[in-house]
T-cell receptor, first 112, second 114 residues
Framework: DGGITQSPKYLFRKEGQNVTLSCEQNLNHDAMYWYRQDPGQGLRLIYYSQIVNDFQKGDIAEGYSVSREKKESFPLTVTSAQKNPTAFYLC???????????FGQGTRLTVV | AQSVTQLGSHVSVSEGALVLLRCNYSSSVPPYLFWYVQYPNQGLQLLLKYTSAATLVKGINGFEAEFKKSETSFHLTKPSAHMSDAAEYFCAVTSYSSASKIIFGSGTRLSIRP
């Protein structure tokens, strides 16, 4: 089945550690996105990529990094510079011609 | 530049009542508009989309939305609410442009009273 997969579903991080969230899609979509969602709040864009080997900062990129070495993959690293990383992270992809975005099931990151 | 505004962060209706979730957009080019639904601890699922065809769009679970250019609105409606409709709903806008990205509203939490 085609889709977008995020892993892990739950992730715990100690303060000062970097962690990487995985996002893989087999939909052959060009564009991929990372969003952060806090309780009772909407989606805030962290990074997005519209083509392989290119990505742009979103509204809250500080403390995060990404790579787009393959069309299928768009991993997000939460660095120790992110002061409040506990949140629900959502990855999405879309195809320019189709326009709608497809979402993964999310990763809940907790700092312990 | 594009933006979307959802009026009301929380809407509560009785089971069987009309559901109306409001969305207004701003776009300098013809927009594509979407409604998504999110259940707790899950990703977003597409309810319906407008991509410049019919202005009245029907989606899943009995929802529909009407694109009104003169009012720059894309409100989501359902004639009769069901308990299973309780969720978070997001309106989004984009356009067919290589530089465009999807912009989401802040979301509306829908509660259903028995």
């Amino acid at each position: 089945d085609g889709g977008i997969t995020q892993s892990p579903k739950y992730l715990f991080r100690k303060e000062g550690q970097n962690v990487t969230l995985s996002c893989e899609q087999n939909l052959n979509h060009d564009a991929m996105y990372w969003y952060r969602q806090d309780p009772g709040q909407g989606l805030r864009l962290i990074y997005y990529s519209q083509i392989v080997n290119d990505f742009q900062k979103g509204d809250i990129a500080e403390g995060y990094s990404v790579s787009r070495e393959k069309k299928e993959s768009f991993p997000l690293t939460v660095t120790s510079a992110q002061k409040n990383p506990t949140a629900f992270y959502l990855c999405a992809s879309e195809n320019r011609g189709n326009t709608e975005a497809f979402f993964g099931q999310g990763t809940r990151l907790t700092v312990v | 530049a594009q933006s979307v505004t959802q009026l009301g962060s929380h809407v509560s209706v009785s089971e069987g009542a009309l559901v109306l979730l409001r969305c207004n957009y701003s776009s300098s080019v013809p927009p594509y508009l979407f409604w998504y639904v999110q259940y707790p601890n899950q990703g977003l699922q597409l309810l319906l989309k407008y991509t410049s065809a019919a202005t009245l769009v029907k989606g899943i679970n009995g929802f529909e939305a009407e694109f009104k250019k003169s009012e720059t609105s894309f409100h989501l409606t359902k004639p009769s609410a069901h308990m299973s409709d309780a969720a978070e709903y997001f309106c989004a806008v984009t356009s067919y442009s290589s530089a465009s990205k999807i912009i989401f509203g802040s979301g509306t939490r829908l509660s259903i009273r028995p």
